[in-house]
Nanobody, 123 residues
Framework: QVQLVESGGGLVQAGNSLTLSCAAS????????MGWFRQAPGEERELIAG???????YYADSVKGRFTISRDDAKNTVTLQMDSLKPEDTAVYYC?????????????????WGQGTQVTVSS
């Protein structure tokens, strides 16, 4: 069965960095799109970074220039490097995989999800 396991969340002060990792198993993801979503309390889950099966990447305006998504298909992993963190980045972060290889933004279009990891940025 497909399993996605996130790691790297935690508490960090504003201005600092954090790296999230997602390890995937049970499926060959090289032809899939991979993404990072986040959901803050009372808000909808949103795609903040995506990586197609090729080299196309997507970033939400709120994280553009601060976050970087990368993938290693040989290891079935996707990483989110988060720099210059702000208190408004506080949320639960989810790794997701879309079987089709191009990036879409609606959460319902993604097929597999991790359990989520909490990121808290203090001011």
């Amino acid at each position: 069965q497909v399993q996605l396991v996130e790691s790297g969340g935690g508490l960090v002060q504003a201005g600092n960095s954090l790296t999230l990792s997602c390890a995937a198993s049970g499926h060959t993801f090289s032809n899939s799109a991979m993404g990072w979503f986040r959901q803050a309390p009372g808000e909808e889950r949103e795609l903040i970074a995506g990586h197609s099966r090729g080299a196309v990447t997507y970033y939400a305006d709120s994280v553009k220039g601060r976050f970087t998504i990368s993938r290693d298909d040989a290891k079935n992993t996707v990483t989110l490097q988060m720099d210059s963190l702000k208190p408004e980045d506080t949320a639960v972060y989810y790794c997701a995989v879309r079987a089709l290889g191009f990036i879409t933004t609606p959460p319902a279009t993604y097929d597999y999800w991790g359990q989520g990891t909490q990121v808290t940025v203090s001011s």
